[in-house]
């Protein structure tokens, strides 16, 4: 065949060719259903990455403000709750703090209730919760007075603001409770009642003292109550029974050895638990004494019953951030200045894979289901 | 701290706001509206400083550089150094607004072989300074103690709360 009669040929062909070719819609997609190895990346510069640790696939992201210290999934709905505070001019300007509801298949705002401008801003997990009557969602507030803010998700309004002088966090607990741990050496709880008003108020012995060994900001929940470590590597188990506030242990993290080695719990979010198997995931530096803030550069496991170390893991590079999926067989997701999520197999303790680019700054790691 | 965490929420410092703004009314008041035990644990020393400005007060003679985290003066800083943004260890750079509260670390200086209290203030009202970050946690206690905790947005009582950067502010000698 010539040249001639070959491009000719394509010529007459090209317009079959377009016309076999469906042409595309552009459109938007809504988010599958999460399960418990999905995980949300908080990015420092306002939004949130979600993951799915078990296949490394990200499912969409949530745009937050600035100041938003985390999320807060329902148990049973697809939302999400986050505290936010928003000026008019980005840096300055009027000040408006709300409490946003975002529809999970969307990730998009769907609602949102003002609540005093008074949140506290940085990314700890226990700023915000929702208590188990599934109604009264409470926003830790920093002015730098502590108190707390309830606000009712169903009939979307700001309820209260309860002073907690002293006391920080909110971690909860059963019958509509909360604990708060108190710079006096004690936990707080403190009840509502249906309305969300405070009912009840109580402390527990003194079990740590701030002058020699301060108890962590960084709980995490443990089966029917919480867990807390102290800088030195103390571990308290917390629980209430009826109206008493009760502290079990400690147990150490550490053995002579670890001691005389420095190793300390360390980083923004150092501690991870598995209820289901009841294990301790913690990460660990060699820094010693206040290094409770420096990235950890082992993942310790721990069998919280018998109280003993199980496992260590040495990481390439170090992390500051740590979550533990919640399913059969859990994931440990961590993440640090790498920019990098990092998975293992919590049982073998093996890397599984490296998700990249996990965002700007990629910060608190939380799952998306609770 | 880390990067990811400065980009967005942090916040700290602000001096000359305790040798100037102490005397203001506006801050008084302010204050007193908080009207909390831990925020008055927090501004009582900045009395020495108020001090020092009206007598015969000595300089702190000092030794290193001040764009280094490794600075004798930041012990308990976290966040980023105002010196490498166009600020001064007691001076926020231009624009930005001296949080009149603040954290308060004790810090050794090695030249004369003494503790000071050093008040980190966080300078705010401006994107963040992504320059020189530094966290240092030495005696930093829990956010349930937050006249002592640097993991705090301490950009309070300024008309904006977006963090910018941190100065660090001799207040006085550390006298046990």
Redesign the interface.
């Known amino acids: 065949m010539s040249r001639l009669r070959l491009i000719a040929l394509v010529l007459a062909c090209a317009p079959v060719a377009q016309a076999e070719i469906a042409p595309e819609q552009i459109g938007t997609t809504t988010m599958a259903t999460p399960t418990e190895t999905w995980l949300m990346v908080r990015?420092?510069?306002?939004a949130a990455y979600v993951f799915d640790a078990a296949s490394g696939d990200m499912h969409g992201l949530l745009s937050i403000s600035?100041?938003t210290p985390a999320l807060q999934p329902h148990p049973n709905k697809p939302e999400l709750y986050a505290a936010e505070?928003y000026?008019t001019r980005?840096?300055?300007?009027e000040?408006t703090d709300v409490v946003t509801v975002y529809d999970l298949p969307t990730l998009s705002a769907k609602a949102e209730i003002e609540v005093p401008n008074k949140l506290?801003?940085?990314?700890?997990r226990q700023y915000i919760a929702l208590l188990d009557d599934e109604r009264h969602l409470l926003v830790f507030n920093?002015?730098?007075?502590?108190s707390v803010s309830v606000v009712d998700i169903i009939d979307r309004r700001f309820v209260t603001e309860i002073s907690t002088?002293?006391?920080?966090?909110v971690m909860p607990t059963a019958g509509r409770g909360f604990l708060?741990?108190?710079?006096d050496g004690r936990l707080q709880l403190i009840r509502l009642d249906a309305s969300g008003q405070e009912s009840k108020r109580a402390r527990s012995q003194p079990f740590f003292r701030?002058e020699d060994d301060?108890?962590?900001?960084r709980p995490v929940p443990a089966g029917d109550g919480w867990l807390l470590t102290s800088y030195a590597g103390q571990v308290f188990q917390a629980s209430v029974d009826g109206e008493e506030v009760r502290v079990s242990g400690p147990w150490s993290m550490l053995t002579a050895a670890d001691e005389t080695g420095n190793w300390r719990p360390g980083g923004?979010q150092f501690l991870g638990y598995h209820a289901g198997l009841n294990l301790l995931f913690a990460l660990m530096n060699d820094e010693g004494g206040?290094?409770?803030?420096?990235?950890g550069s082992e993942i310790w496991v721990f069998d919280a019953v018998a109280q003993r170390r199980i496992g260590r893991i040495a990481l390439e590079q170090p992390a500051?951030y740590l979550h533990v999926s919640q399913n059969d067989a859990p994931l440990v997701a961590i993440t640090?200045?790498d920019r990098q999520l990092h998975v293992y197999d919590a049982l073998s303790l093996r890397h599984v894979r490296t998700i990249p680019e996990a965002?700007?700054?990629?910060?608190l790691l939380q799952g998306v289901l609770r | 701290m880390k990067l990811e965490d400065l980009f967005a929420w942090f916040d700290r410092t602000a001096q000359h706001a305790s040798r100037s703004v102490a005397q203001q009314s506006a801050r008084r008041s302010f204050i007193g509206r908080l009207g909390s035990v831990l925020v008055g644990a927090s501004v009582l020393p900045l009395l020495p400083v108020a001090r020092a400005a009206s007598g015969t007060a000595r300089q702190v003679s000092e030794i290193g550089d001040p764009q280094s985290c490794e600075y004798w003066r930041y012990c308990a800083l976290g966040g980023t150094l105002c010196t490498c943004c166009g600020g001064s260890t007691t001076e926020c750079p231009p624009g930005a607004e001296p949080s009149p509260i603040s954290w308060v670390g004790t810090c050794h200086n090695p030249l004369d072989d003494k503790d000071y209290l050093i008040s980190y203030n966080d300078c705010c009202g401006k994107a963040v300074c992504a320059r020189c970050f530094c966290h240092n946690a030495e005696r930093d206690l829990p956010v349930y103690n937050p006249a002592k905790a640097n993991d705090i947005l301490w950009c309070f009582g300024t008309e904006s709360r977006a963090y910018h950067c941190t100065v660090a502010v001799v207040l006085g000698e550390a006298k046990a």
Not at chain 1, 43 to 46: E, K, M, P, Q, W
Not at chain 1, 180 to 183: A, D, E, L, S, V
Not at chain 1, 359 to 363: C, L, Q, R, S
């Open positions: 990015d420092a510069v306002g600035r100041f505070s000026y980005t840096v300055r300007g000040r506290a801003a940085l990314p700890f920093l002015t730098p007075a502590h002088p002293g006391c920080a966090l708060q741990i108190c710079g701030i301060p108890v962590a900001d923004s206040y290094s409770h803030d420096s990235p500051a640090g200045e965002g700007t700054a990629p910060g």
